[in-house]
């Protein structure tokens, strides 16, 4: 291509080659070129075609602003974070033992478990402290009752139910079958109150002729009774 457009001369530069190749366009060139010892000399450089000084131009500033690094509750939707508050308060009251206060592992484990930030594991924990000293504190008394378990696995009718406390009060005699829930008002929702009568019937089916009774305890410290 340069020898064709070429108009005047044409200036080549070329490594002697390893091996001798009568056929490379060095050596078809090399008869008809004539050595120049100083290109600098052979090729006329004028101040337009190579300045002697340059300058870089300059490139303004970019701003960037660093976004501020949320909470990992944040990022999640409002329902996964609830659901992940309600699961840690009950993960902490299955580890506590009766009359012994939440240990800081207890926290820290929850936590890790469930993906919570600080704000959030502490709201964990305080909703399971009001349950365990609120109204139904007395289902944490061991001197109150016969026999309590947490997590107690029953199948009835086909179906495997967990449920959260079940303990049998000592002066009465009757089993009481506790639901934990972190949201208010768990009476008005009939999915809810269907599962609990689910439990209360696994565990009569268990202790036939004895009573059981049934109860949400609430992440607000309340005792709400099924009937």
């Known amino acids: 291509m340069a020898t064709t457009r070429a108009r005047e001369e044409l200036v080549v530069s070329a490594v002697a080659a390893a091996r001798a190749n009568g056929q490379s366009w060095w050596a078809r ?23 002697s000084t340059f300058e870089m131009l300059g490139l303004p500033e970019l701003a960037i602003e660093t976004p501020a690094k949320l909470p990992v509750a944040a990022v999640r939707s409002a329902d996964t974070r609830a659901s992940s508050l309600g699961q840690a308060m009950h993960r902490l009251l299955e580890w506590t033992q009766p009359g012994a206060p939440l240990p800081l592992e207890h926290l820290r484990a929850a936590a890790r478990e469930f993906a919570l930030d600080l704000q959030a594991t502490r709201g964990a924990a305080v909703m399971a402290q009001r349950i365990r000293s609120g109204e139904g504190a007395w289902a944490w008394d061991i001197n109150a009752l016969d026999w309590h378990g947490n997590e107690v696995t029953l199948v009835h009718q086909g179906q495997v139910l967990r449920i959260d406390r079940l303990v049998r009060h000592r002066e009465s005699g009757a089993w009481w079958v506790f639901d934990y829930k972190s949201a208010a008002r768990p009476e008005r929702d009939a999915a809810l109150i269907a599962q609990l009568n689910r439990y209360r019937d696994a565990v009569r089916e268990a202790y036939p002729g004895e009573t059981v009774r049934a109860a949400f305890l609430t992440g607000q410290g309340e005792l709400v009774t099924l009937e």
Not at 43 to 49: G, N, Q
């Open 29 to 51: 060139l090399e008869s008809r070129c004539h050595p120049v010892e100083d290109v600098a000399s052979a090729v006329e450089v004028t101040a337009a075609t190579a300045p």
